[in-house]
């Protein structure tokens, strides 16, 4: 009978433990991840002054990354499912080891999902860049907005507040740019294209990652600048 008991207890316990948020696993969940970037450096060490992304799905998923902007030097770290506080527990390992020329960060897009309030993410993109301005002065950090997706578009609001108050940040602080990916990704009707999604409706495809090159083009060759 007890035995029946503890399979019964060990039952609901990984069920539990399945219906638990990634998020609340905390930073360590990226721990490989952030090995197999270091591995890769060792392997392979990229050199100093590249142009460095980070940031969440829409960052790691961007296979062509560099491939889209081939007159740069482009080195893409991003950790799929990631939030701002990841990025600032691996700061030193993910950006500030590599002495880049220039940050793109993409994050708050998952803060936002799991419920955290746009003020307190942009309280963490602040403190991001601060860090940033004291490891590597004079390196520009631009923020990419959250962007709008299908399969998030009932948190529209939250994503807008958020992004309006990114972007008063970055206009009001030394070397820090916004770039706006929100709206190119809305229809006339102020709509969420479908069309440039994946079937998860929230990753982008093929034809996401060409609006996104086409916003990001003139940050990445230095044409728009604080």
């Known amino acids: 009978m007890k035995f029946l008991i503890t399979l019964v207890a060990v039952f609901f316990l990984l069920q539990a433990c399945g219906d638990m948020d990634s998020s609340e696993l905390g930073p360590k969940r990226f721990e490989e991840t952030v090995q197999q970037f270091e591995a890769l450096d060792k392997?392979?060490?990229?050199e100093e002054g590249a142009i460095l992304f980070v940031g969440s799905s829409s960052i790691a998923h961007w296979n062509t990354l560099a491939d889209d902007f081939p007159e740069e030097r482009i080195l893409n770290r991003g950790m799929g499912g990631s939030e701002f506080s990841d990025l600032l527990y691996y700061d030193n390992r993910l950006i500030y080891s590599y002495k880049p020329s220039r940050i793109?960060?993409?994050?708050?897009?998952?803060d936002l999902w799991y419920d955290e309030k746009p003020g307190?993410?942009?309280n963490?993109?602040?403190?991001?860049?601060?860090?940033?301005?004291e490891e590597l002065p004079g390196v520009?950090?631009?923020?990419?907005?959250?962007?709008?997706?299908?399969?998030r578009w009932e948190m529209k609001e939250q994503y807008e507040e958020f992004n309006s108050l990114l972007k008063e940040y970055a206009e009001e602080t030394p070397l820090t740019l916004f770039a706006d990916i929100w709206t190119p990704m809305l229809n006339k009707e102020g709509e969420v294209y479908k069309h440039i999604f994946k079937k998860d409706k929230l990753h982008m495809n093929e034809q996401g990652y060409k609006v996104w090159q086409s916003v990001l083009a003139p940050y990445v060759k230095g044409?728009?600048?604080d």
């Open 43 to 46: 392997k392979s060490p990229p």
């Open 120 to 122: 307190d993410i942009l």
């Open 140 to 151: 520009p950090v631009v923020f990419i907005s959250v962007k709008p997706s299908v399969a």
């Open 104 to 110: 793109f960060v993409y994050e708050g897009d998952n």
């Open 124 to 133: 963490e993109a602040k403190e991001l860049r601060q860090r940033i301005a």
């Open 223 to 225: 044409e728009i600048s």
